[in-house]
């Protein structure tokens, strides 16, 4: 099978997916099924690699592939062409996370890499901010490291800095006021009618 149909019509999972790239370029992380994150990330990295072109042809294929091309398709060209120059590929990551949906289908998240909410970036400095200071680094930690300050331009500066954050939302959580988000349950809590009908 060349790509996943996603039991629709090719029109309808052509709007689909490009509903979820423009969502993504929107955003720069989406939560949807696994299956679907998988299809709209080879979308995704179709545009990337236009935008690093950065030619007419290549502007005017972006124009057909996102919804509201006047608003991203500057915003993916100045922006995301750019941050991607000097990687070859792999603009975008696919996380598995918890069913999302009631019906207990594989969801993930779809994300685009190196940018401000790139899940891999926090949960290294997650992880660093748990270590003791004078702990040296695990083989994986020490490669996880490196793959996120690669490509990230100030990256390791980044890192520390994230890594500091955390360490005083660790030890103060009720006086930090930085950007950490809350946690959140995977199901919404719902009032039951208890006075069902069978």
Avoid: C
């Avoid at 999302?100 to 660093?128: N, W, Y």
Wanted: net charge positive; no cysteine; hydrophobic share 35%.
């Amino acid at each position: 099978m060349k790509y996943r149909h996603l039991s629709r019509k090719s029109s309808h999972r052509e709007a689909l997916l490009r509903n979820l790239v423009t969502s993504l370029f929107k955003a720069e992380s989406i939560e949807t099924t696994w299956h679907k994150a998988k299809e709209a990330q080879r979308l995704a990295e179709k545009v990337i690699t236009l935008a690093k072109k950065n030619t007419e042809a290549s502007r005017r294929r972006a124009h057909q592939i996102l919804y509201t091309p006047d608003q991203m398709v500057p915003k993916v060209f100045q922006k995301f062409g750019p941050r991607y120059a000097d990687r070859n590929g792999g603009y975008t990551r696919v996380l598995r996370i918890e069913p999302i949906k009631e019906d207990q289908a594989p969801s993930a998240i779809l994300e685009l890499v190196d940018g401000p909410r790139d899940m891999r970036f926090a949960m290294t400095a997650k992880t660093l901010a748990a270590m003791p200071k004078e702990q040296p680094l695990n083989e994986i930690t020490a490669r996880n490291v490196e793959k996120v300050t690669k490509f990230r331009k100030n990256g390791m500066e980044d890192l520390r800095q994230m890594i500091e954050r955390m360490r005083l939302h660790k030890d103060n959580p009720e006086k930090y006021d930085g950007d950490i988000p809350e946690k959140r349950p995977v199901y919404p809590i719902q009032e039951v009618n208890k006075r069902m009908q069978y």
